[in-house]
């Protein structure tokens, strides 16, 4: 058996093929240092059998995935930068209170309950931060996307406002 009859008898799962063709176009690129256009990914397809329509509703939902991807990092961002500034505020606070605690009595007494209770809210306030699957993580990212395309329409109709104004 010739080595190109072995080759010709493979048969590869459809994530096989993905996989493979992935790295192959991973390795074309880097070998050539370049990007693909879209009449490059049309010709690929058409090598494959791939309609073009499809391949437009394949970019279409990367698209959408990508998008996603990006708003669920701005939302990890939004949690982190929220969590430093309660981080910030609990300093403060407990520093105060042990602050008034020694100079009022000479010893650290009653603020270190005032430390452990809000210690225990900054310690479930980390577990919520960086717990980034399940059903709370999703119902808040829902609510926060929500939010967030509430304000992106009110900013486009304000700034649409404010430019008719203008002329």
């Keep these: 058996m010739t080595d190109f009859e072995t080759q010709n008898n493979r048969f590869y799962s459809q994530e096989d093929i ?12 880097d070998d050539q240092d370049k990007e693909f256009s879209y009449e490059q990914i049309l010709e690929i397809a058409q090598e494959l059998d791939i309609s073009p329509e499809t391949v437009n509703l394949a970019e279409k ?15 990890n961002t939004y ?20 602050s008034v605690d020694f100079l009022g009595g000479g010893t650290i007494s009653w ?13 479930l306030d980390v577990w919520n931060i960086f717990l980034t699957k399940g059903e709370e993580y999703e119902m808040a990212f829902q609510r926060w996307n929500r939010k967030h395309q509430i304000k992106q329409t009110i900013n486009t109709f304000v700034n649409k406002w404010f430019k008719a104004l203008q002329v």
């Design 18 to 29: 993905q996989r493979i063709l992935q790295l192959a176009i991973a390795r074309q690129a």
């Design 61 to 75: 939902d990367w698209r959408s995935q990508n998008r996603e991807i990006q708003q669920r990092q701005a939302f």
């Design 79 to 98: 949690r982190l930068t929220r969590f430093k500034k309660r981080l910030g505020n609990y300093s403060i606070v407990n520093a105060f209170f042990i």
């Design 111 to 123: 603020s270190l309950y005032l430390l452990l209770f809000c210690g225990l809210a900054v310690g």
